[in-house]
């Protein structure tokens, strides 16, 4: 039984280490190396080379001989790597050049957490030079002044349920997208109040809430899945692969909004021509947005344009030239009401709310006819509430909205 739980634990962060030494060398120019396997893929040295560059910081002054053909040349690259290591007074212990062109795995991933600890943990948060707390303390102090009142004490059993990475990635998605939407940082920008929301986090489906904070991490706040949610559930998740994967919130950042190609606008739904423009975005690709229309940038302000400005298709809400928002008022679903809240604090952070386009929002169950009711459901193809409609085109629920505002697309869909 030892045996088994350790020779997993070995496979957790083998696994967990290599995606990021992957993930730091992709951050290399120029550089294409990649590593699948780590007992063999250090030996010639040159990988290992480029990754201590990299996280180090500092130029490697000594020749790098880049397609060694013998041992004696990958050992010259080991030698060079571990004597640079120690011109930067990283310690290492009972590990040289000839463990890791064996492929001594253990030492290995000894000498990955030294880097791991000493770089992406201690020297990012150690501040004072006098302070002496190690890469634990350190990252345990950085989440716990993060997640308060929540009380982290380990980096095991305390991120099992979820609770506090989606917590996590909620407070630092409110400072990084808030902060952005104030400062007009980056346009399109999200600012809903929980990028998890409260309704998965108490619905007590662990795995849900884990699956769901790893991906939204990596789509929203760019930190690298290095882990997936079975293994951060799992006893065999080790404390070193843990902290690896949450030092990575410290760097937590919005995406770059994807640059648009002013030589190819024909690959885009949004730049079609006037008579083109029932084309949908399900047209263009039915695995990443429900919306059904793309309206493009007029320079008529939309109140003001005819009522046949564009070719329009479908039933007809008469919402053209508007955006609107349906939404319940009776609903029981503590998702629906929860996703509405966001949606509104998304919009006011946009200011979509003080366009004279927008109209005030629009209770589904009040004193709706139900023909006309059915008529939206019809037009949507969902009953989904809340939903949003520009231009007399349906766009999507709360989940497409975001989705299409981490991509920038919101709000080229919004200046139609």
């Not at 880097?115 to 002496?132: A, M, T, W, Y």
């Not at 929980?194 to 489906?205: E, T």
């Not at 030589?263 to 059904?292: I, Q, R, Y």
């Not at 564009?310 to 009401?337: K, N």
Request: proline share 4%; hydrophobic share 40%; net charge negative.
């Amino acid at each position: 039984m030892a045996t088994m739980e350790k020779s997993s634990w070995v496979e957790v962060q083998s696994d967990t280490f290599v995606k990021w030494v992957n993930s730091e060398l992709r951050q290399v120019k120029g550089f294409e190396g990649r590593v699948e396997d780590l007992a063999k893929d250090f030996q010639s040295g040159v990988i290992l080379i480029e990754l201590i560059t990299k996280v180090v910081g500092k130029q490697f002054g000594m020749k790098v001989i880049r397609q060694p053909k013998f041992k004696m040349h990958e050992m010259e690259n080991l030698n060079c790597a571990f004597k640079y290591l120690s011109e930067n007074e990283v310690k290492l212990v009972n590990i040289g050049p000839e463990d890791v062109y064996d492929g001594r795995l253990k030492l290995i991933l000894g000498l990955l957490w030294t880097l791991i600890s000493n770089f992406s943990i201690v020297h990012r948060l150690r501040g004072d030079p006098e302070n002496k707390m190690g890469a634990k303390q350190l990252l345990l102090q950085w989440v716990n002044s993060k997640v308060s009142p929540t009380f982290v004490q380990n980096f095991k059993s305390d991120w099992r349920d979820g609770k506090v990475l989606a917590r996590l990635t909620n407070v630092l998605g409110r400072e990084i997208y808030v902060r952005s939407v104030a400062g007009h940082d980056a346009p399109g920008v999200r600012a809903e109040a929980d990028m998890v929301p409260q309704a998965l986090i108490d619905s007590g489906d662990t795995d849900a809430l884990v699956s769901a904070t790893i991906v939204t991490a990596e789509k929203r706040l760019c930190v690298t899945q290095l882990l997936d949610a079975a293994t951060i559930q799992s006893d065999a998740c080790d404390d070193h692969s843990m902290m690896t994967y949450i030092s990575l919130f410290c760097d937590a950042c919005m995406p770059e909004a994807p640059a648009l190609d002013s030589a190819k606008p024909e690959e885009s739904a949004l730049d079609a021509a006037p008579e083109d423009l029932t084309t949908t975005l399900k047209d263009v690709d039915t695995n990443t947005s429900p919306a059904t229309a793309a309206p493009v940038s007029d320079s008529t302000p939309p109140l003001q344009r005819a009522a046949d400005w564009r070719a329009y298709s479908g039933i007809d809400l008469g919402g053209r030239c508007r955006i609107r928002v349906y939404y319940s008022t009776t609903t029981h679903s503590v998702l629906v009401r929860k996703n509405t809240e966001c949606l509104q604090t998304l919009f006011e952070a946009l200011k979509v709310h003080q366009r004279e386009d927008f109209e005030p929002w629009i209770p589904l169950d009040m004193d709706m006819d139900r023909e006309f009711r059915n008529k939206i459901f019809d037009k949507a193809g969902t009953r989904e509430s809340p939903m949003v409609f520009v231009d007399d085109e349906y766009i999507g629920n709360y989940a497409d909205v975001t989705e299409l505002n981490s991509t920038g697309d919101l709000q080229r869909i919004l200046n139609y």
